[in-house]
């Protein structure tokens, strides 16, 4: 089985993608490889902070690597949380539940509830660099509903679905999201006969 490392720490990502890849591949986590270090995620875009993420690992560990980027655009914020989503609250720090709180704040009142969940991957094989996206465009709910999954699933609706991520549940969510929309597209390129 050919094993790739998924740049990430974060538990629910490792848990979604190892689910969406199955066993074409082993998925390793950076605590799997001995990286513990918090890469920097400088760059201004989605795609720039994956890229960091796969060519730290590559240059550092010379494994086949990819990383991804997740940004919450909303219409009514001008593309805000947008790079900034997972520290949207604390520049310094992942605070799930303060990220929620703050967007339901700036968003009160506003009939303008449109937003795109957007994921980028940087894949790096054999030193080839390669990007994919994922899009999902939805509203956000007035309040939480829901109990599963993680990060804003309780406040973001997919189209079509009447119903936030959390309420979907994670099944439906790992077929329907921008990052399984990602992942599908990494899959294709890395099962492609």
């Given at each position: 089985?050919?094993?790739?490392?998924?740049?990430?720490?974060?538990?629910h990502k490792l848990d979604?993608?190892?689910?969406?890849?199955?066993?074409?591949?082993?998925?390793?986590?950076?605590?799997?490889?001995?990286?513990?270090?918090?890469?920097?995620?400088?760059a201004d875009t989605l795609?720039?902070?994956?890229?960091?993420?796969?060519?730290?690992?590559?240059?550092?560990?010379?494994l086949d690597c990819f990383?991804?980027?997740?940004?919450?655009?909303?219409?009514?914020?001008?593309?805000?949380?947008?790079?900034?989503?997972?520290?949207?609250?604390?520049?310094?720090?992942?605070?799930?539940?303060?990220?929620?709180?703050?967007?339901?704040?700036?968003?009160?009142?506003?009939?303008?509830?449109?937003?795109?969940?957007?994921?980028?991957?940087?894949?790096?094989?054999?030193?080839?660099?390669?990007?994919?996206?994922?899009?999902?465009?939805?509203?956000?709910?007035?309040?939480?509903?829901?109990?599963?999954?993680?990060?804003?699933?309780?406040?973001?609706?997919?189209?079509?679905?009447?119903?936030?991520?959390?309420?979907?549940?994670?099944?439906?969510?790992?077929?329907?999201?921008?990052?399984?929309?990602?992942?599908?597209?990494?899959?294709?390129?890395?099962?492609?006969?």
């Amino acid at each position: 089985m050919k094993q790739l490392v998924f740049a990430t720490n974060n538990a629910h990502k490792l848990d979604e993608i190892r689910a969406m890849v199955g066993n074409d591949f082993h998925i390793l986590s950076l605590a799997d490889i001995d990286c513990h270090t918090d890469i920097p995620e400088t760059a201004d875009t989605l795609e720039g902070n994956a890229l960091i993420k796969a060519r730290y690992v590559y240059e550092n560990y010379g494994l086949d690597c990819f990383a991804d980027d997740t940004g919450l655009e909303v219409e009514a914020l001008g593309g805000a949380p947008g790079v900034h989503t997972a520290r949207y609250a604390y520049p310094d720090r992942h605070d799930p539940v303060a990220n929620t709180r703050k967007l339901l704040a700036e968003l009160e009142g506003n009939a303008n509830r449109r937003a795109a969940f957007r994921t980028a991957i940087a894949l790096i094989q054999s030193g080839e660099e390669h990007l994919f996206e994922g899009r999902v465009d939805g509203l956000i709910a007035t309040e939480e509903r829901g109990t599963e999954g993680f990060g804003y699933d309780p406040v973001f609706i997919p189209e079509d679905t009447g119903k936030t991520f959390a309420e979907l549940g994670v099944d439906v969510k790992n077929q329907i999201s921008h990052r399984a929309r990602a992942v599908q597209r990494l899959c294709q390129y890395l099962l492609q006969p």
